[in-house]
């Protein structure tokens, strides 16, 4: 059984900055793409970032040059510098990961997310 957990959420002021971090556990013999989502209250769930495994990265529009999304492999853990916030930013953040859990077989997992807030 493969889990996601993040951490690093909370309350934060316009302006400032959060680290997300996201671990996965379980029986994992590798990880290709790990991202970010959001979902802000009475909105769909939207794209954030993406990093492979060779640490290519993907930003949404509204995040580029704000955020920043990195991965410690060894760790098997994906995080999202977050700067420069503003209460548009304020969402649930969602962390998953596509996971090679036994041979030829690849699942994708989520968190169960972390609020973030940012107050104006």
């Known amino acids: 059984q493969v889990r996601l957990v993040e951490s690093g959420g909370g309350l934060v002021q316009a302006g400032g900055s959060l680290r997300l971090s996201c671990a996965a556990s379980?029986?994992?013999?590798?990880?290709?793409?790990m991202g970010w989502y959001r979902q802000a209250p009475g909105k769909q769930r939207e794209f954030v970032a993406t990093?492979?495994?060779?640490?290519?990265?993907n930003y949404a529009d509204s995040v580029k040059g704000r955020f920043t999304i990195s991965r410690d492999n060894a760790k098997n853990t994906v995080y999202l510098e977050m700067t420069s916030l503003q209460p548009e930013d304020t969402a649930v953040y969602y962390c998953?990961?596509?996971?090679?859990?036994?041979?030829?077989?690849?699942?994708?997992?989520w968190g169960q997310g972390t609020q973030v807030t940012v107050s104006s």
């Open positions: 998953n990961g596509d996971v090679h859990v036994r041979l030829g077989v690849w699942n994708t997992y």
């Open positions: 990093i492979s495994s060779r640490g290519s990265t």
């Open positions: 379980g029986v994992i013999f590798g990880i290709n793409t």
